[in-house]
């Protein structure tokens, strides 16, 4: 009796002293704080989306992550990851990482951009020689079945090591695209 005595008095203390923030807070936060999203903005994200560019067909399943400890920003927080597979006019899968565990995510959520509606993810390819880059989303339309994504590539060394070395890294992930909700 008296270890759950102090084990519910354990969990009251840190409840208390926890503090949470939205996921809209452009303030330094201190560490083990918690960005949740209060608003609830991210499951408008969440499911499967849909376009095509350059002859190529993306598909990209948004998901939601919550309260995740992050260890380099020491802080727990509410985020999406996604997951993508891409597809020629053939059908043929051209890259595919949705069978990738969560935490494997190749993108994942950063934040809103101050002052915006956009929401900032990144991205990291290690089986692309590292490729990474910056990609900005937001709604078009009132009823959030069309996204804009924009995708800033930022992978500037290929070493002797990467297996495209002398042939240039395959891209992808659309620089600009509309996608459509499924």
């Known amino acids: 009796m008296?270890?759950?005595?102090?084990?519910?008095?354990?969990?009251?203390?840190?409840?208390?002293?926890a503090q949470t923030y939205p996921l809209r807070t452009f303030t330094d936060i201190p560490e083990n704080a918690y960005l949740k999203d209060t608003n609830n903005e991210l499951p408008f994200y969440e499911g499967t989306w849909k376009g095509t560019w350059d002859n190529k067909t993306i598909f990209i399943n948004f998901k939601k992550i919550t309260n995740k400890y992050d260890d380099v920003l020491k802080k727990y927080r509410d985020y999406l990851i996604a997951k993508f597979k891409v597809l020629d006019t053939n059908g043929n899968i051209l890259f595919d990482n949705t069978n990738l565990?969560?935490?494997?995510?190749?993108?994942?959520g950063g934040k809103f951009i101050k002052d915006d509606n956009r929401y900032a993810l990144y991205y990291n390819d290690s089986d692309l020689c590292n490729t990474s880059g910056t990609i900005t989303i937001n709604f078009l339309d009132s009823t959030k079945?069309?996204?804009?994504?924009k995708y800033f590539y930022r992978n500037e060394i290929i070493t002797s090591d990467c297996p495209y070395y002398n042939t240039g890294i395959p891209q992808p992930l659309p620089k600009e695209i509309i996608l459509t909700k499924q």
């Open 145 to 149: 079945t069309k996204l804009e994504w």
């Open 101 to 108: 565990s969560d935490d494997k995510a190749k993108i994942w």
């Open 2 to 17: 008296k270890n759950i005595f102090l084990f519910i008095l354990f969990t009251v203390t840190i409840s208390c002293t």
